[in-house]
């Protein structure tokens, strides 16, 4: 009888969107931790690869064909489906405001696809941008599946955005907030619980493959003292302002890309080709920039050393992003900010 009046006080819709949460989230955590798993496996060989280009340079012309060949794929994917664009987030809030409809599963392979060949051949891309919009895709999926409505829908989305980026960086809270922050303005109990529990979720399965250290970990971090917290306003003075530059050059891009004698879709071109050029010279610092910010925890370089990092990460992200290719800019972003 207790068990009975227990249940009968039980918000039986907080539990069927909590339970649909914990789906959505097992499924985009599955696919995103594959994505992110062979990014960061291609990832880890290609500092490999350049050093050894650098000692037999008669393999620099199969390995352009190469990257030229992952550019033609890249924009014939791009060419059939324009909603892989980018970072993809734009377009889940404009599935949310009802401005663009998308085919999920279309988006799904080919951003999947599209973002490994991006992100995994070391443009300075990120895998966040493309992961949430993974999540969502999943989400879609789902919802198709059941039939929801589109206020369910809308709900399943979200939770599917939230859970992908806490697969892509161990971050359920970070998933969460960026639905709340980012997406909605907003906060809605049903929302937050449907999302948070995608989030768990797809956490929970991120940390079963990848493991418990964190994507960024950089050990004991000690207390700042007091007399030093003048310069974090100094330092969010700076990024500010140098953030509202990027900002510029980043609107402007579109542009500028366009005075090329290129059709949109193969804009990544340029960028696939430069990217050989960086590899070469810097095979360390390609990529979206993690292993570059624990870099930085573990010692400090020269400030001569510092501006040219952080003018090549700079320009050629910008490069990369602009292009239109499938990758996010959080993570090049955030590497900015740590150097």
Not at 92 to 100: F, H, M, P, R, T
């Amino acid at each position: 009888v207790n068990v009975k009046k227990f249940l009968d006080t039980l918000d039986k819709t907080k539990i069927k969107y909590i339970g649909k949460g914990i789906l959505v989230g097992t499924l985009a955590g599955i696919v995103v931790s594959v994505f992110r798993l062979w990014i960061e496996k291609i990832g880890e060989i290609l500092p490999v690869i350049y050093q050894y280009l650098k000692v037999q340079p008669i393999f620099l012309i199969p390995w352009t064909i190469l990257m030229l060949l992952c550019a033609i794929i890249v924009g014939a994917l791009i060419k059939s489906e324009p909603n892989i664009k980018g970072s993809g987030i734009p377009q889940v809030e404009g599935q949310l405001k009802d401005e663009i409809s998308v085919l999920w599963w279309s988006v799904l392979w080919k951003k999947f696809i599209g973002g490994i060949l991006s992100v995994g051949t070391g443009l300075f891309l990120g895998r966040e941008g493309p992961s949430i919009q993974l999540g969502a895709s999943c989400a879609q999926g789902v919802a198709t599946k059941m039939k929801a409505g589109k206020s369910e829908e809308k709900i399943l989305l979200s939770s599917g955005a939230a859970a992908g980026l806490a697969a892509a960086f161990n971050a359920p809270v970070a998933g969460l907030l960026f639905v709340v922050e980012e997406v909605h303005h907003n906060f809605s109990p049903l929302v937050w619980l449907t999302s948070f529990a995608a989030a768990l979720m797809s956490n929970f399965v991120s940390l079963t493959i990848f493991g418990l250290q964190p994507v960024l970990h950089l050990g004991d971090i000690p207390s700042l003292p007091l007399r030093h917290y003048w310069l974090l306003i100094l330092l969010g003075i700076v990024l500010g302002i140098l953030g509202r530059f990027y900002q510029i050059i980043l609107l402007a891009l579109e542009k500028w890309y366009g005075f090329l004698p290129l059709p949109a879709h193969l804009r990544g071109i340029i960028p696939f080709l430069l990217v050989i050029f960086v590899g070469l010279f810097f095979p360390n610092y390609l990529g979206g920039g993690n292993q570059i910010i624990i870099a930085l925890g573990q010692h400090s370089p020269t400030l001569i050393a510092l501006f040219g990092l952080l003018s090549l990460r700079f320009i050629f992200s910008m490069i990369s992003y602009g292009s239109g290719l499938p990758g996010g800019i959080f993570l090049p972003i955030l590497t900015l900010g740590a150097i």
